[in-house]
């Protein structure tokens, strides 16, 4: 059993999502961790620069409780809070946080009362505050992520992991370079350079029709990237494994299927990987980024 006076004194946040304010339900989808240690103002003090404040903001990655209590919630919404929330904090790390939250953020999100915590450390502080209040419990059982969500959530997984997705833009308009009324958004993008890097979760899992729209929609973006951002587009659709899909020898029907969604997309100069790849891309996406 670890030694009490060896753990630091902290304090938290639950961060939770209420669709309806009148009625007051809610699920908890976050929490905010904060070293108030002596040592920890001991070392604001002689730190410069926001990063002087050990904090701590996680967001859960697995959205379906929300989507139980509000099938509608917007979900890139709130993961586009969780960024913006990071940035705030560490452009105000002295701020008040629950005055931070309530002047960002809509009623949707609210904050809780600070309460003590002692932990180890941050990290190991906020996995067991998830643990605690945010995860399902193991013996709850939920509708298994599939499809789009299942490739989004191992997206934003890999590019967290290499420490980039806060810098990623979000939720793109391909109006702002095909044309007004374009419905398509791609998940995530990037430039660093000459090159408009974007990513789009691609499922092959209900059928061709995505793939089909996103090789439409290719070389309209191409063209409006060349001409509005002056740069190449680069446009990778992320797709599952083959064989997460059944499609093999033994499915032929599903084989088929699958290769005309891949060979659809690279006809139209579309790159195509699978969720295996993605540690790779967002490695590659931290040295393009020098973070």
């Known amino acids: 059993m670890t030694d009490l006076h060896h753990r630091r004194p902290c304090e938290f946040h639950l961060l939770r999502y209420v669709p309806d304010p009148v009625r007051n339900e809610y699920v908890h989808i976050g929490a905010i961790l904060r070293d108030v240690s002596e040592e920890s103002g001991q070392n604001a003090e002689l730190a410069s620069g926001p990063s002087a404040e050990p904090l701590l903001v996680q967001f859960t990655r697995d959205w379906r409780r929300v989507r139980c209590l509000d099938p509608g919630a917007d979900i890139e919404m709130l993961e586009a809070i969780e960024s913006e929330l990071r940035v705030k904090l560490k452009a105000e790390p002295n ?3 629950m005055q931070i ?3 960002s953020f809509s009623l949707c999100v609210q904050i809780s009362d600070a309460r003590g915590f002692l932990v180890e450390s941050l990290q190991a502080g906020m996995e067991e505050l998830m643990r605690m209040y945010v995860e399902p419990p193991p013996q709850v059982r939920l ?3 599939s499809g789009r969500a299942a490739i989004q959530a191992k997206m934003r997984t890999e590019f967290e992991r290499a420490g980039v997705w806060d810098l990623l833009k979000k939720q793109i308009p391909a ?3 095909t044309r007004p009324g374009d419905p398509l958004k ?3 993008g990037y430039q660093p350079n000459g090159i408009l890097h974007m990513f789009h979760a691609v499922s092959l899992e209900p059928g061709v029709e995505m793939a089909k729209v996103l090789a439409f929609s290719a070389a309209g973006l191409r063209d409006g990237v060349k001409r509005i951002a002056l740069a190449d587009l680069e446009l990778t659709a992320i797709i599952e494994p083959a064989a997460r899909l059944g499609a093999t020898d033994e499915d032929r029907d599903r084989l088929l299927m699958y ?3 891949v ?8 790159r195509v990987l699978t969720t295996s790849d993605l540690a790779r891309v967002a490695d590659a996406a931290r040295v393009e980024m020098r973070v």
Do not use: A, N, Q
């Open 95 to 97: 701020g008040k946080l």
């Open 101 to 103: 939250v309530k002047d």
């Open 143 to 145: 509708p298994r992520l």
């Open 175 to 177: 109006s702002d370079y």
């Open 186 to 188: 791609i998940d995530l």
């Open 259 to 261: 290769r005309f969604g």
């Open 263 to 270: 060979e659809t997309m690279e006809e139209h100069e579309i």
